[in-house]
């Protein structure tokens, strides 16, 4: 079954480029897509499709993905920023299953 | 605009049921495919089920199946999940979310704020 892996956590410091990767089989056949969840919130859109943003989000986030890694970049972190990041997926099951990765701590020095 | 308000959400005994709801409003919810997330006290994120935009086709995390069950009213815009023998492990927040069918795989655009579903003797 398809297994999306995410590094537990990462520190960046205020102006500063951040990085996220997500590995996985399910990446060289599907696209991709990041959630960004704040303490006591509900997941939001982020990134959809490897390395489109949303109506709304920043031109600070972006992402990018080849064979089976897909990357989210955060340019000029903003204290904003500090939150859990998920990718996800295609899962392996039928056409509706889904996989998230494990998710990233970002913390914000 | 799009509001997904989950209910049911409850202290049960294992072995238990559970029926979840989750209220659609803002768009054509007989358009989408929807999906159930739960999300475990301080873990992350995992797919629970998900299911056509007529019922026809439903898909289910190995974790749940034969146990819970999506199901959908598109005259009432609701989405339900039927939770039966419930376990320890199924103690999570259980998120409703709209998906859009990018390419090819599905993505989550709307999300409701969930509904705490513990199950503890």
């Known amino acids: 079954s398809y297994e999306l892996t995410q590094v537990p956590s990462v520190s960046v410091s205020p102006g500063q480029t951040a990085s996220i990767t997500c590995s996985g089989d399910?990446?060289?056949?599907?696209?991709g897509h990041w959630y960004q969840q704040k303490p006591g919130q509900a997941p939001v859109l982020l990134i959809k499709?490897?390395?489109e943003r949303p109506s709304g989000i920043p031109e600070r986030f972006s992402g990018s993905s080849s064979g089976t890694i897909m990357t989210l970049t955060i340019s000029g972190v903003q204290a904003e920023d500090e939150a859990d990041y998920y990718c996800?997926?295609?899962?392996?099951?039928?056409?509706?299953?889904?996989?998230f990765g494990g998710g990233t701590k970002l913390t914000v020095l | 605009e799009v509001q997904l308000v989950e209910s049911g959400g409850a202290l049960v005994q294992p072995g238990r049921s559970l029926r979840l709801s989750c209220a659609a409003s803002?768009?054509?919810?007989?358009?989408?495919?929807m999906h159930w997330v739960r999300q475990a006290p301080g873990k992350g994120l995992e797919w629970v089920s998900g299911?056509?935009?007529?019922?026809?086709?439903?898909d289910q995390a190995d974790s749940v199946k034969g146990r819970f069950t999506i199901s959908r009213d598109n005259a009432k815009n609701a989405l339900y999940l039927q939770m039966n023998s419930l376990r320890p492990e199924d103690t999570a927040l259980y998120y409703c979310?709209?998906?859009?069918?990018?390419?090819?795989?599905?993505?989550?655009?709307?999300w409701g704020q969930g509904t705490l579903v513990t199950v503890s003797s």
């Open positions: 803002g768009f054509t919810f007989h358009d989408y495919t």
């Open positions: 399910a990446l060289a056949k599907h696209y």
């Open positions: 979310a709209k998906s859009y069918y990018g390419g090819n795989s599905y993505y989550f655009d709307y």
């Open positions: 499709q490897d390395n």
């Open positions: 299911i056509s935009w007529n019922s026809g086709s439903i």
């Open positions: 996800q997926s295609a899962g392996s099951g039928g056409i509706y299953s889904v996989v």
